[in-house]
């Protein structure tokens, strides 16, 4: 396939996912819940919905254009991720755009909607099909780009150390908070929050606070959004209860609204699902060599000051962009120098 018919099978994509109608979308979502049942068809409509926003013609040529493509036809095996809706997806682009092949690892949480999306694209066009495969087993993969835990990712090392690899561990997003955010701020960090129920590495999961910030007020401007709805899912309610029995038997303090708990937190970024941790911080000075300190771990900082390089505006992180790559890894250029 030449580079001008995958853009455009990639746009047709792009069409055919915004001309979903309401009844295919919720047999599709029906089907995805039963797999996942973290998959509600809102969570499954919001990821939709961003695939849709960048499989356009004209934002793909125009990324695509920064790399020196040489269709070199290797094999890229793809460990998939299943925490969020088709968060494997921007892999599979990748790896197509770039002449690639793909053997997928589907996981087993996100088999549903990712082979959706693979017999939508070779529908379109059924060269995608020679070039997309979905294996137990990645031994024959040329390079690897494998997604997963801190654990896992040992493993994936050892496994596909003697191979190009780009190996991805856990990561989480944080937000910078000054005291100053409008209502409409702490609206969209709501998004941040809840969104997937928190379960993305795009999810804030700490807030950082300057000594003397009205806490119970932003409580109170954050439950006034429609998030408190998420404990109507049981499993994230389930959550909720848990992590608060713990904090009280345990005597933690803890702050709670009755959907998400509040919890001071120091050293650690990532929170149990239904605790969102905080922080104080002295000056912007100290919290920049905090934020330094644990740039491995965190995937999206979260705010509007103009002190921080790369901040991501409240309300975004689950919109990224083609060139937002996972842990800041170019994924593109890892592809395009294959050899």
Known sequence: MTLEERIAGFAALGKRIDSLGDSEKSELSLRASNEN????EAN?????????????????????????????????GLVMA?????????????????????MAKLSTSDSVLMNQLINWLTD?????????????RLNDADAVIATGSDNTARYFRYYFGKKPHIIRQNRTSVAVLTGEETVDDIASLGSDIFSYYGLGCRN?????????FDLPAFLDELSSTTYQNVTEHHKYNNNYDYNKSIYLVNGDKHLDTGYVLLKEEKEQLVSPISVLYYAYYES??????TLAG???????????VNWLEGIVPFGKTQRPQLSDYADGIDTMEFLSNLS
């Open 37 to 40: 049942a973290w998959f509600t």
């Open 44 to 76: 499954i409509s919001l990821a939709l919905q961003g695939l849709g926003e960048f499989l356009d013609a004209s934002k793909i040529s125009d990324w695509i254009d920064k790399y020196q493509l040489k269709n070199q036809g290797k094999s890229v």
């Open 82 to 102: 299943g925490n969020i809706p088709m968060v494997g997806f921007h892999d599979l682009f990748c790896v197509l755009m770039s002449g690639n092949k793909v």
């Open 124 to 136: 379109i066009n059924h060269e995608f099909g020679n070039s997309i495969i979905t294996a137990d």
């Open 204 to 212: 804030v999961s700490k807030i950082f606070i300057p000594k003397g």
């Open 284 to 289: 912007p000075q100290q919290l920049l060599l």
């Open 294 to 304: 644990q740039q491995d771990k965190i995937q999206c900082t979260v705010g509007n």
